[in-house]
């Protein structure tokens, strides 16, 4: 259902991840954390014993990050799924995809990026969104936020590729999304991503209300955005 296209790169067989680059450390939210929603992570490797390691090392990441994420992305009445599965599959031609709370991880993709964790908070971002509607007007928002939750939370300091104005588009979802609306929140609405996910989550979202809360329509934006091209 959400494939990527990319990844880190990475030696085959260093699989070797530090807390601090897991984003485990720096936890400094303890009080905090007794309020959140628990969550339980599954892990099923029926299908892929051989991912063991890898799968064991990104599940203390969703039960981190679950909390987080669902606190972003909280909404009155909405209760978000407490519990996630965490499937490692051989056949698989995408990297990762996500089903209700089933995250599906290729054994190839992580063989060839083993420090690719990100893309776990991806999917674990589309577990937590359950938006009614995902279609050819709202797919690029939805993508757009899950790699903003990635690149500009999860790994804020990884640098990003350089974009091409003349074939990029707001619409490409991803990271290319993902930075429009970081543009987005640092110069014209801080609190553009929480109403993004409202409008989404009520079955709401319209293009006009970036119109209603930036004065600027998507088109302006863009052409402002590219004129800036921030490097992240
Ligand atoms: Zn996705």
């Known amino acids: 259902m959400h494939a990527h296209r990319f990844g880190f790169v990475a030696v085959i067989g260093a699989a070797f991840a530090t807390s601090a680059a897991l984003g485990l450390a720096d936890d400094k939210?303890?009080?905090?954390?007794?309020?959140?929603?628990?969550?339980?992570?599954?892990?099923?490797?029926?299908?892929?014993?051989?991912?063991?390691a890898w799968v064991y090392r990104a599940k203390p990441?969703?039960?981190?990050?679950?909390?987080?994420?669902?606190?972003?992305?909280?909404?009155?009445?909405?209760?978000?799924?407490?519990e996630v599965k965490l499937v490692p599959k051989?056949?698989?031609?995408?990297?990762?995809?996500?089903?209700?709370?089933?995250?599906?991880?290729?054994?190839?993709?992580?063989?060839?990026?083993?420090?690719?964790?990100?893309?776990?908070?991806?999917e674990l971002v589309h577990v937590l969104q359950r938006y009614p509607r995902v279609d050819k007007d709202t797919w690029w928002l939805v993508e757009g936020i899950a790699d903003y939750i990635r690149y500009y939370r999860f790994e804020p300091k990884i640098k990003l590729p350089r974009l091409d104005p003349s074939k990029a588009s707001f619409r490409d979802g991803y990271k290319t999304s993902a930075r429009f609306l970081a543009w987005i929140e640092r110069k014209h609405d801080?609190?553009?991503?929480?109403?993004?996910?409202?409008?989404?989550?009520?079955?709401?979202?319209?293009?006009?209300?970036?119109?209603?809360?930036?004065?600027?329509?998507?088109?302006?934006?863009?052409?402002?955005?590219?004129?800036?091209?921030?490097?992240r």
């Open 29 to 52: 939210s303890s009080a905090k954390d007794k309020r959140r929603v628990p969550v339980n992570v599954i892990v099923d490797l029926s299908d892929a014993p051989e991912a063991a």
């Open 90 to 122: 051989k056949d698989m031609k995408i990297p990762a995809a996500t089903s209700g709370n089933v995250i599906s991880i290729s054994v190839d993709h992580i063989s060839h990026h083993p420090d690719d964790y990100g893309m776990v908070i991806h």
């Open 190 to 231: 801080r609190t553009i991503v929480k109403k993004l996910n409202l409008a989404l989550r009520k079955g709401e979202y319209r293009p006009e209300l970036f119109q209603e809360w930036t004065k600027q329509s998507l088109d302006q934006l863009w052409v402002n955005f590219v004129r800036a091209m921030p490097a």
């Open 61 to 82: 990441l969703v039960e981190k990050w679950h909390p987080i994420i669902a606190d972003m992305l909280k909404s009155d009445g909405f209760v978000p799924a407490s």
